[in-house]
């Protein structure tokens, strides 16, 4: 046993912790390295005792929520990684109706390349900003798809709009994600923290930085225990049949994949390049040509250009190597950078370069 994970052990007795532990199936496109130490945090307690003590000791610490936005280097992670299972969910008292107003953010879905693939929203989009309103603290490391079922069984409506989109709380705050024109930050009140410095802070949202696939998670080193979420006692049936249309439209995702890689283009280069579309999906397709390149088991899939999948046994490297030509042939022949939206872990910052170059 190394002397980290004695360390750990030692401190955390309850805390079940396995060396070298294969990373890849964590993640959505199962790409990925081992980690030096891993854990799941199994209840918020577990989650900040694990995060202050490794802040203490200075051990080199990644959370891992669902895996579906983060490349794993072929390396691993060294230090501890602490996989976020933490589910608690308390509905706080309900409040009167309350407008919540909408970021200003434009949703990724908005212009679709190909209406087989991306799911169309305009036609099933409704306000239910006048229902009664009712707040919820939820656990960071709660999925998703369980929180949906789990609100919806108590009458509360609002996330709806999230379903089918694999991530876990902590992670869907940090990318603040959206489904349709709906974003997570319209929904949340303040978020829960560990700072740099060990400390508990509530955070409210308007301190948070919000915007398209950002907040200030991306920059700071703080860590999400839970966030109280403003959602509605709604129309519990509509909410379903969103889900079902939602699952209907998005079934045809690709597969062991990490999702678009790339945010869409600014306006100003649409513009710039007279595009009917900022999706670097549609740039990759008509433009690259790239769709269907394969480097090792890793595809830039034939089925949504903005998505890179893996086709077998694919390797961060593998994976790597096409984002890297996707982002190169966009600077030289669009002198576009484009914006990754996924995040790299365990990589060196010489192999990242080119996306400063
Ligand atoms: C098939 C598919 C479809 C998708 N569709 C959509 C979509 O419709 N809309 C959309 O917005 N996104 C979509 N995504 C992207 C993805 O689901 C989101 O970006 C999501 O936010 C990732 O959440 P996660 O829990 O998997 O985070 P992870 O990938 O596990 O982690 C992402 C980053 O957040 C950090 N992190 C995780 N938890 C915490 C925490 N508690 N505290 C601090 N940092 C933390 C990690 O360290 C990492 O840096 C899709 C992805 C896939 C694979």
Redesign the pocket.
Known sequence: MSLLTQQLKNALPTVDFHEEEALAP????RIGGPAEVFCRAKTTLE?EALVKFAKSNEIPL?????????LIADRGIRGLVV??EAKELEILETNESEKIDPHKVEA??QHAESKAVM?QFDSIVYDESGSESVRVRIA??M??ANLIQILLREGITGLQW?S????????????????GTH??SDYIESVE?IDESGSLRELAAKDLDFGY?VSR??NSK????SAIFRLYRGDVKKAQAIIAEWSRQ?QL???K????VFQNISAEDQERLSLPTPSVGYIVDNILNLKGQRSGDAQISEQHAA?IINTGKATADNYLALLKKVYIETKTKLDIKLTP???F?GFTQAELSFLDA
Not at 26 to 29: A, F, G, P, S
Not at 62 to 70: A, E, F, V, Y
Request: overall charge positive; aromatic content about 12%.
């Open positions: 964590h993640t959505t496109v989650l990644t959370i891992l929520g669902w895996g579906s936005n983060t996989r976020n990724r879905w799911p960071a490391g999925p998703l999230f089918r989109i694999p991530a876990t709380v902590g992670g869907g705050i940090v990318n603040n994600i959206h489904g974003f997570f923290v696939d998670f991306h703080e860590i999400i225990l998005k995702q690709p597969a994949s990490l999702g678009c998505f939206e996924i995040f872990l």
